[in-house]
């Protein structure tokens, strides 16, 4: 007499030691990281599944912990190749901001060459004479500012001068 549940049972036990077979090949091919709770994950069965099967857990730690075959990456290579494809990325993103800038340069220095090829822009004595002008008003509003503060003070001067003044004429 057979018992279908436990039929059942060995069968479904059959059915998920099958799948975490297959995925641990398939973490080994992947040259992926082997751990319990990820295998169990990939294989969609509890870890509890795995810890009952004594042979199944050996097998995983066995993978786990041996060495790289062939085409297969350590975890620790992994890590080093993960931070040189960070460090690479963001030495790509530091040159392509640098390629931008020049560009942004080289655009304004061929379109300042072009405006002023054309015709179109002031000539270059033109320029200077601007500059001249800006420099002389800054020139002459420091100058100004010099001159109101001298006439503050010579008032100021004045006025205690008249002060004196008074002072010494009602004392005689």
Do not use: C
């Not at 993960?82 to 690479?88: K, R, S, V």
């Not at 963001?90 to 901001?97: D, F, G, Q, T």
């Not at 340069?105 to 822009?121: D, N, P, Q």
């Amino acid at each position: 007499m057979t018992n279908p549940m436990a039929d059942g049972r060995r069968a479904d036990s059959a059915r998920r030691r099958e799948r975490v077979l297959t995925a641990l090949d398939a973490l080994l091919r992947n040259n992926q990281d082997i751990t319990v709770s990820g295998l169990a994950r990939a294989a969609r069965v509890d870890r509890t599944f795995l810890y009952r099967h004594r042979d199944l857990l050996e097998r995983v730690h066995a993978a786990a912990t041996a060495p790289p075959q062939e085409g297969r990456i350590s975890a620790v290579s992994r890590v080093a190749m993960q931070t040189d494809l960070a460090n690479a990325l963001e030495r790509n993103s530091r040159l392509s901001s640098g390629v931008r800038q020049l560009e942004k340069r080289l655009s304004a220095m061929l379109g300042e060459a072009a405006w002023t090829e054309s015709g179109l822009g002031a000539a270059t004595d033109i320029d200077q004479l601007q500059r001249r002008i800006t420099m002389l008003d800054q020139e002459l509003v420091a100058t100004r500012g010099q001159l109101d503060e001298r006439t503050e003070e010579l008032e100021a001067a004045r006025a205690a001068h008249r002060e004196l003044t008074r002072a010494l004429n009602q004392r005689a």
